[in-house]
Structure formats: structure tokens, C-alpha cells
């Protein structure tokens, strides 16, 4: 299935028009499913289930869902193409066990560029713009490849910073002089108290628009929220968020009317569903369900993100009549965004059983003040350990995760004590202190 973008932009089309556009798609990404993916026709014949069948967006409520856990069990069975296709190997950062690889093909390479060029001319850039780029390009990692094929699809100017280093970022912007930067928000922050620590005039210098990935800066409402306010009220410049995933391979980015991440209907079909597992009514919360249109490598067909969002329908104000995405609302059972990337308790707990040395643990995440996921790790050693255990364990987790949580060493019936209340029959490794808002 090769990519072909619309002649026309479909998002400034009627709402019908862009629904029977999505029939269309669907149609032909259900024909190349049942041809190409050994997962999918087991799923059509284990279902009884024709596919000639699914011909609207509504018929897809007769299929299975998709989950994590069946991309990490059945990986290689979703592969529509000869491996000698594959172009580029990119790998999530692991939920509940190993990490799910995702190939792209050129076509799927392609795709991508035309996603985040799109994305970006929503949120305002084009031709003529320069953009830092405080994400890593390398680990695998697909959605800084795609900002880089995205930035240079547009006829922008690229920065590959990478991520962290504020004085490089710092020592960039004052010799390059970006007028856009895309990074983690919560990394900001840390920007900023740079900033006035080395006496920076920031508030003079190129930077006019942050976009931000990975975490959110409005609340369901649309209004800023604790760290986009904290942003705004430091730094008087304009605020973009986006929202992404490696499965999806699409990203939904504000315009400047901050209403809401534009969805691309050529790229990805979304729905909303309910905890009854039915559609969810425009306006109410519930479970980002995605289609991918397109895909040659690995499309998915109604893969549950994970993530909770309520679709806005109606003509934006920026003229695109294409359904938006409130910000996310939360996540669904235990999942984490730390630092921009999506974990799962189990992905943390597998580095820490694998460290020879760690004695006992206890994961907790809970709510930072700038109102994003932090994630503490209280280890407890065994005699025999590491010199410098806080560094080599932040290493071990970046290695693996990409991030790292915070690291505190006590000692090891001190950890017992947390792992074994006396109100719990069995060990509690992982405490969860957020204010949830589903």
C-alpha cells in the first residue's frame, strides 16, 4: 500500500465529504490487511468475519480491538511486507515486557514527513522558519525522524540538538537564533531557571513559539494548564502542543486557536470509546481507539492507545472542518508519561529485576508541581553493589526506557516496610498518588 496524499487538503472539506473520504480508505486499508498481514487474516477467519464487509467507519464496531499486548506477543506477525522492504526499524519504549518493533517502509517514511509537515504548517510554521530540535533522531526513536522529515518536507530550517544540555540549547539559540523549539514542556523549566542563573536575557531572544510533545499544556477545557501557565507566565511566547504515538504514526497538533489537536482524516481513522467499549458521544471522554490509513509496513487496525480524549466536532475557528482532540484527559489503569515518553509499571520493574545488585523496590509515581508524571524508585542494595548505584541504575533506565526516574537509595527494611503494609497480603510494588481525572 503506497501513501498518496488528497489532491485537495481533506480538512477544509464538509464533514461528509471527509467521512465518505474515510469510508474510501478504510475500504482499501481493509483489503491490503486481509491480503498482506498474517495477524489480521487470522483475526478475520478466528471471527468469521468477512472483510468485504467493513465498508464505513460505523462497520468497525464488528471487529476486535487491537491491543499492546497482542503487538508485543504476535510482533512479527503484523509485518505486511518483505523484510527487504524495511527501510528504517523503530522500536516503542516498552509497556509490559519487551518493547513492540515497528517497520517502516519508504512509502511509510514518506507518510510520516507528510504527517509532520502538515502538523507543523497547522501550528503555523513554513518556508523561512527555523526549528531547534531538543529531541533525540537516534535509539530508535520514531518521532524525532519524523520531525526531521517533517521539518524538512515543510522547507524549514532544522537544529538537531537533541535532548537535555541547557547550555548548548542556550549557547544554540543565542548563535543560530531559532525563532520555534520543540521539546518535552516540563524541559522548559529547567531552560528557564538556566537562564536566570547565567543571567540570559530570554525574554530578548529569538524564541517566539514552543511546540510541545509528550506532555500536555492545556486542560480538557482548553485552557493552559499548571506547567503551561508556569510556561507562559515565565516566557511570553506562543504555545503549541501535540499529541502522538509510535503506533499511530501520526501527530495531532493545536493551531493557533488552541482548540484542540487537529486530526489528518488521510492518515488515521480515531474513535472514542466508552468503558462499555462502544463509541463514545462527541464531547464525552473516552478511549482513543486509532486506525492507521496508509501504513504499508505495519497498519493496525482499532488499536487501543491507551489514552483518554474526547473528540470536538464542528468548524474550528482557523476554517479546518476536520474533528479535533481535547488534550488528554488521563490514561487508562497505570500508564505514565514521564518526560514525554508513555511507560507502564512493568517496563520500570523489568529493569530493576534484571540489576543484580537491587535488593528490593518500590515504584511510585505521583503528581509534580508543574503538574506532570514524576516517578520515584526507592531501591533498597544488596551487599555487593556498584560504586555510584544512583548512575548506573538512571543509565540502565535510559538504555532501556529512554528516560530515567528519580532514584533514591534507602535501606532494605525500609523498602520491606513499603512493599509489605501490614494491611496487604501480598508485596506492593508499585504505588500510584495521582489525582486522576477519570
Known sequence: ????????????????????????????????????????????????????????????????????????????????VAREKVIDYVTTSGTSGDPVTFCCTESDLERLAYNEKKSFATAGLKPGNIVQLMTTIDKRFMAGLAYFLGIRELGASIIRVGNGVPELQWDTIQRLRPDTIMCVPSFILRLLDYARQHGIDYHNSSVRRIIGIGEGLRDPDLKLNLLGKSIKDQWDVELFATYSSTEMGATFAECPQGCGGHVHPELIIVEIIGDDDRPAADGTPGEI?????????????????GDIAARITGQCACGRNSYRLTPLIGRKNNMIKLKGTTLYPPAINDVLDNTPWVENYVVEVRDSAAGTDEVVVYVGL????????????????????????????????????MLMPPTSRKPIKFIDTRNKKH
Open 1 to 80: 500500500m503506497i501513501f498518496t496524499p488528497p489532491v485537495k487538503d481533506i480538512e477544509y472539506e464538509t464533514a461528509e465529504t471527509i467521512a465518505r473520504y474515510q469510508d474510501r480508505r478504510l475500504v482499501e486499508t481493509i483489503g491490503y490487511l486481509s491480503e498482506h498481514s498474517p495477524y489480521y487474516r487470522r483475526m478475520f477467519e478466528e471471527n468469521a468475519i468477512d472483510p468485504g464487509s467493513i465498508t464505513r467507519i460505523e462497520h468497525l464496531q464488528q471487529l476486535p480491538f487491537t491491543t499492546k499486548a497482542d503487538l508485543q506477543r504476535h510482533n512479527d506477525e503484523f509485518l505486511c
Open 289 to 305: 481507539v486509532v486506525t492507521t490509513l496508509g501504513v504499508e509496513g505495519m497498519p493496525l487496525l482499532r488499536f487501543r492507545t
Open 382 to 417: 544488596r551487599e555487593a553493589h556498584v560504586n555510584d548505584p544512583v548512575k548506573e541504575l538512571k543509565d540502565r533506565f535510559r538504555s532501556r526506557l529512554r528516560v530515567a526516574p528519580i532514584v533514591e537509595i534507602l535501606p532494605s527494611d525500609a523498602v520491606n516496610r
